[in-house]
């Protein structure tokens, strides 16, 4: 495990119960409880103990995933932009409006309507399996950003019928990590079960738990 953790100390049962330091994982041969991630080993480790200790690196990694993904995708997809049973006359409508809301937050500037009607008149951003990802082609937002819409019922946008939009600004400034959250997002939403699941969300935190969820 020498590539997967960093041994910082090794320590009595007693000195420990009085260490304060910040420790990810115990490694124990005593019978003893804590709040940390603990692995009880034999006093001669087995390949059960290495397996367990193992399993254990790898959900912490997973925590340790997820809570930056939970980082990154809160800062994109706030709050105030996500919305449910939201429906517009057409798709250019639902662009326009999603668009301003942006603009009034200062994510973008006034045109960003207009370059996002520009990329659904090279070809639509909707997709088979119910999903729409409208965008500019342009890295230009103020802060990278994702506007959701989710619906039950379906509306025609371009030549499919969809439930889910996910309207996206990327910001050079931060268009690393945007890119990041966006790759693992469509590989997500590639398959229809996803999509399914992310439509019959509750709200905002149910939104975000599940595409978390899904994504890592």
């Known amino acids: 495990f020498e590539s997967d953790i960093y041994i910082s100390s090794v320590l009595s049962i007693n000195v420990f119960k009085s260490v304060k330091d910040d420790i990810s994982l115990l490694i124990t041969t005593c019978n003893i409880e804590s709040s940390l991630p603990i692995v009880h080993i034999g006093v001669f480790i087995t390949e059960q103990d290495k397996q367990n200790i193992r399993t254990a690196i790898d959900l912490i990694k997973l925590h340790r995933r997820q809570e930056k993904l939970r980082k990154d995708i ?3 997809m706030i709050k105030d932009l996500f919305k449910k049973e939201f429906y517009c006359e057409d798709n250019i409508e639902m662009i326009k409006i999603l668009a301003e809301e942006c603009v009034q937050k200062g994510l973008c500037d006034s045109n960003y309507a207009e370059e996002v ?89 149910d939104f975000l738990n599940k595409l978390i969820n899904l994504i890592t």
């Open 74 to 76: 809160s800062s994109f």
């Open 117 to 205: 009607l520009e990329r659904e008149r090279l070809t639509s951003t909707s997709f088979r399996n119910a999903i729409a990802i409208p965008h500019s082609l342009k890295a230009n937002a103020r802060h990278s950003f994702m506007s959701v819409v989710v619906n039950k019922k379906k509306m025609l946008w371009g030549t499919n019928y969809i439930n889910l939009i996910v309207m996206m600004g990327t910001s050079i400034t931060d268009r690393v990590r945007f890119q990041n959250v966006y790759n693992q997002l469509v590989q997500a939403l590639y398959e229809p079960a996803n999509v399914r699941l992310l439509i019959g969300s509750t709200d905002y935190d």
